[in-house]
């Protein structure tokens, strides 16, 4: 909350030296993205390994159901809905093969 409120400008206890600090043993400032990184890599590894990304349920269920949102994910960008796809991840997805 207070690095949001530093980086919006606000009023934040949040000083440079303790955003130094934490950033200097590996902080993760936006949790959301590092998720979305590490399934990423995950799908990537896997994509590498098969020359697919259709992971089975029964290879890695989570991984599974990660793919499947992401595919929702980009039809609710296509309707214009509301989504958390980005160009970003669309690019790293096509990169690997994903469809």
């Not at 799908?43 to 590498?48: G, N, T």
């Not at 980005?86 to 469809?99: D, H, K, Q, S, V």
Request: proline share 2%.
């Amino acid at each position: 909350y207070q690095y949001r409120l530093k980086r919006s400008g606000s009023h934040s206890t949040l000083t440079d030296d303790r955003e130094a600090d934490l950033n200097d043993i590996g902080f993760v400032w936006d949790a959301h993205s590092a998720s979305w990184q590490e399934r990423y890599q995950a799908l990537r590894a896997f994509a590498i390994a098969n020359g697919h990304c259709n992971i089975p349920a029964t290879v890695d269920n989570a991984l599974n159901v990660w793919c499947k949102h992401q595919r929702r994910q980009y039809k609710c960008m296509l309707r214009q809905q509301p989504n958390v796809m980005t160009e970003e991840r669309i690019r790293a997805l096509n990169e690997i093969g994903f469809n």
